[in-house]
């Protein structure tokens, strides 16, 4: 997590576990409070792509 920041501001990323196989997030989320932009963890991969630029 210390080498993670937000793709778009380059601002620090706070992590919400909502499932995890022992050390493994499953799912869960990546948020930024600067530019309020949240990535999801799903399948344990998080989706780092600006919301524009992501499958609808």
Known sequence: MELLCCPVCHGDLALTVTRRTGEEIVDGNLACAHCK?????????????PPEDRDP
């Open 37 to 49: 932009i949240d990535f999801p963890i799903e399948d344990g991969i998080p989706n780092l792509l």
